[in-house]
């Protein structure tokens, strides 16, 4: 910096000093300095100026665009099982969490951040899902991951991997729509008015393999053709990693307690619903006259041996009256809600008995699963002991499904945790057992056993569980249709303020169920609080999965 003042000194001195040609002759060279001198100034400065410029960069925030995405994700995730609480857009480490149970569950590397093929599969199954249809009732009903099973078909179908379909299902599997297509054509009422029909369609897991079974009774046909003098045909099929195969009957009156299933190969029990066709003897007719024969009919014949001395007043409902299976109820329910294009919404709530039962059956789906899952974590014990085990408990529970239907939830629950503090098990054991035990009842169509396995849960303090048991009083199945008591286990199901168990995809779902109860009955719903009480029973002990 010296030697600069220095020089510019000697330079300035040097022009007042010089002779004027000399001047004359330098001024481009003094030009050329002072330039130099300017532009080096001016350059230094602007590189000072710009080792000192702070850059600033903004990160944009997530659009409303993305978190709609994001919250559309969330909702596709807790209709499936991954639960990942409340979708309000913004995807934090419960978000990533249920995605990676997700990707890992379709076989993905479950690194938590989803791609967009994994998006385009599962937002577009939970929408097939919500919409319903028959391949989603075929999907639902049959396939051993239930509502997940939705994923796995809308991934292959994806992949280009579409199973094939049957022309006009009616949410049946292709084997089952084929045989109720054949039943119909000898038939008055078309297939689809058939598989409507009350006990035409029956559902159980006869063969316990964790899948549903079908059984097709001819007796409701209305047909002689499909029908002697003491039996009509029934066809069961039974679920193969194959598909289902078909096994041929005589009986009356069937039920799936009758059969008896391993693998595909099913046997009926009983000498009076043997699987033989009844031969008739037709009347022998007079020479040169016309062979005139019965109508066949499925009707027991009723004899009156008593008759000839005095006459007693006849008794028809003295036998056991079959109870009406949930399942098949289910199917129908499932039919219905199909060929109406889809469930139940608030906006379009015409039918509150078919919005009930499309909610109850959505339920059962979910218990199901629920079930399944922690069987699962249940070391050495395979389905069908599991079922069996259940089953065994189900006359332990049975007055209390039975006092449900006559007194108040409070005076059945103080009998049910008294009962559960009888068991000796833990509350979390007793917990997971009568999840099993719930899903187990529903499965095998056990409804002691699946009333009594959500009235242990309601007691234990879980009561979302409540609203099964509205479900059974304002419907009917294994219990009387009680709606002043139904609407008092609505309340206490769907009021509590827990977590939804059932279809948390679906906000308008307690606001369908308290209108559509409004509307069977015209009254109000009661805000009745129920007090569970913190806790022979199986003991499943489960071991958490890795």
Same mark, same amino acid.
């Given at each position: 910096m010296a030697f600069k003042k220095v020089f510019t000194f000697l330079t300035a001195a040097s022009l007042l000093v010089a002779p004027a040609h000399q001047a004359a002759a330098q001024d481009g060279f003094v030009g050329g300095i002072i330039g130099g001198i300017i532009g080096g100034a001016i350059a230094n400065d602007q590189r000072r100026r710009t080792t000192q410029q702070t850059v600033r960069r903004t990160v944009p925030g997530a659009t409303s665009a993305q978190r709609e995405q994001n919250r559309g994700v969330?909702?596709?995730?807790?209709?499936?099982?991954?639960?990942?609480?409340?979708?309000?857009?913004?995807?934090?480490?419960?978000?990533?969490?249920?995605i990676s149970q997700y990707q890992a569950f379709l076989g993905y590397a479950a690194t938590g951040q989803i791609t967009d093929i994994e998006r385009n599969i599962l937002t577009t199954a939970h929408q097939r899902a919500i919409m319903g249809g028959p391949i989603v009732s075929q999907t639902i009903s049959t396939h051993p991951q239930g509502m997940r099973g939705m994923l796995l078909l809308q991934?292959?179908?994806?992949?280009?991997?579409?199973?094939?379909?049957?022309?006009?299902?009616?949410?049946?599997?292709?084997?089952?729509?084929?045989?109720?297509?054949?039943?119909?054509?000898?038939?008055?009422?078309?297939?689809?008015?058939?598989?409507?029909?009350s006990g035409f369609i029956q559902l159980a897991d006869i063969n316990s393999d964790g899948r549903t079974d079908y059984i097709l009774d001819t007796s409701v046909t209305g047909s002689a053709f499909w029908c002697n003098a003491q039996a009509c045909t029934v066809r069961v099929f039974a679920s193969t990693p194959d598909g289902y195969a078909r096994n041929d009957f005589q009986a009356f009156n069937a039920t799936p307690a009758m059969f008896t299933c391993q693998r595909g190969d099913c046997s009926m029990s009983g000498a009076i619903n043997a699987p033989a066709t009844v031969a008739? /003897?037709? %009347? *022998?007719?007079?020479?040169? $006259? @016309?062979? +005139?024969? =019965?109508?066949?009919? /499925?009707? %027991? *014949?009723?004899?009156?041996? $008593? @008759?000839? +001395?005095? =006459?007693?007043?006849?008794?028809?409902?003295?036998?056991a009256a079959a109870a009406p299976s949930l399942a098949s109820h289910c199917?129908?329910?499932?039919?219905?809600?199909?060929?109406?294009?889809?469930?139940?919404?608030?906006?379009?709530?015409?039918?509150?008995?078919?919005?009930?039962?499309e909610q109850f059956c959505l339920a059962r789906t979910y218990a199901i699963a629920e079930g399944e899952e922690l069987a699962q974590q249940v070391p050495g014990v395979t389905p069908q002991q599991i079922s069996a085990q259940c089953d065994?408990?189900?006359?332990?529970?049975?007055?209390?499904a039975a006092a449900m239907s006559l007194q108040e939830p409070a005076d059945v629950l103080r009998d049910v945790s008294d009962f559960a503090l009888q068991t000796g098990m833990s509350p979390a054991q007793l917990?997971?057992?009568?999840?099993?035990?719930?899903?187990?009842g529903y499965r095998g169509d056990?409804?002691?056993?699946?009333?009594?396995?959500?009235?242990?849960?309601?007691?234990?303090?879980?009561?979302?569980?409540?609203?099964?048991?509205?479900?059974?009083?304002?419907?009917?199945?294994?219990?009387?249709?009680?709606?002043?008591?139904?609407?008092?286990?609505?309340?206490?199901?769907?009021?509590?303020?827990?977590?939804?168990?059932?279809?948390?995809?679906?906000?308008?779902?307690?606001?369908l169920i308290h209108q559509a109860v409004l509307a069977l009955d015209g009254g109000a719903m009661p805000p009745v609080p129920l007090t569970p009480v913190a806790p022979a029973v199986p003991v499943f002990n489960l071991i958490p999965a890795q």
């Open positions: 969330q909702t596709a995730l807790n209709l499936f099982g991954f639960n990942v609480g409340t979708p309000d857009g913004s995807i934090g480490p419960r978000s990533r969490a249920g991934r292959d179908e994806m992949m280009g991997h579409s199973p094939a379909r049957s022309a006009g299902n009616y949410g049946l599997p292709a084997e089952v729509a084929a045989a109720v297509d054949e039943i119909a054509r000898s038939s008055d009422p078309t297939a689809s008015q058939l598989v409507e029909r008739v /003897a037709a %009347p *022998v007719a007079p020479s040169g $006259g @016309a062979v +005139t024969l =019965p109508v066949a009919s /499925a009707q %027991p *014949v009723v004899s009156n041996p $008593g @008759a000839a +001395t005095s =006459p007693a007043m006849p008794n028809f409902f003295g036998g199917n129908r329910t499932s039919l219905a809600t199909t060929n109406n294009g889809g469930y139940t919404t608030v906006a379009n709530l015409t039918d509150p008995r078919l919005a009930l039962s065994a408990f189900g006359p332990s529970l049975k007055p209390f917990s997971g057992t009568a999840k099993i035990c719930l899903s187990a056990n409804m002691d056993v699946a009333i009594g396995s959500g009235l242990l849960l309601v007691a234990l303090g879980e009561p979302v569980y409540a609203e099964l048991m509205g479900h059974h009083l304002a419907q009917g199945f294994g219990a009387n249709t009680r709606l002043d008591l139904a609407k008092i286990w609505f309340s206490t199901g769907l009021g509590s303020g827990q977590r939804a168990v059932y279809a948390a995809g679906q906000p308008d779902r307690d606001a």
